[in-house]
């Protein structure tokens, strides 16, 4: 157990007969991070979160959140606030009457309510009846009833799910906001574009097994390719010879282009170089760009790799 975690897991495993929907899952996550968890659909992100919350028994592994044991939820649950699969309100209620309902029946104090409507952006509507509300919002009530108690923990099963662009950007600040307060929060999707601008750490998964765990400025590529064009294409095989002579880098060329891949931190120093070669060569570009592969880009290869 280390106290600088929120979540830790050492060979969490969970088979529905034979079918393994978690398979040997070690994680963690510190405490204070916005934490996203990617996966796939069918990836087991619902059922690890579910052990996590003790809804879903292990069927081995171990695991602490908070400091405490997973074999022992009730020792960690009132310090964990969760909103797992779809919102269950009642219809005819308004928000409003929902969270005073939800604080009642858990305990806390009904008079924080009014400050969590106002927090996720439903201050004036939390007299509007549940059945009205479009799914962002129904979304954010979730959010403001995991809320209740103010959890050090928030975990999030796949909040943006069945959203508009415009609710997803609504989401998407609400945990950014959120995540102000040093609370540590838990989020699952299956679209890394989804969370890489709010979360600094990410757990990736495939098949209940993980891929990737780490700083989110560590995950995707370490390379990036320069791309040239000369004005002239008969200055192609000039220009493919005078770029990274010292064969340092790779250097491929095409029917218009040629192009250099080097590592992301010296990417600007290899355009510089590539540039000056090409002038003092007299060759004209018309085109010097760079090209990072996206973290979505990443994703989706890492998935797909493992898939094979």
Known sequence: MNSDLAIETQGLTKRFGGHVAVDGLSITVPRGAVAGFVGPNGAGKTTTMGMLLGLVGRSSGSGHVLGESLSDPSRYLGRVGASVEHPAFYAGLSGRENLRLLATVGGHDAAQVPALLDLVGLGDRGEDRFGRYSMGMKQRLAVAAALLGDPELLILDEPTNGLDPVAIHEMRRLIGT???????IFVSSHQLSELEQTCDWLVVIDHGALLFEGPTTEFGAREVSITLVPQHL????????????????????????????????QFRVIAAEANRAAADEGIVLVELRSDRMSLEERYLEMVNGAAR
């Open 178 to 184: 959120l995540a102000e307060d040093g609370r540590t």
């Open 234 to 265: 008969e200055d192609l095989g000039r220009l493919e010879r005078v770029v990274c002579t010292d064969g340092r880098h790779a250097v491929e060329r095409d029917d218009c282009r040629v192009k250099v891949t080097c590592a992301e931190e």
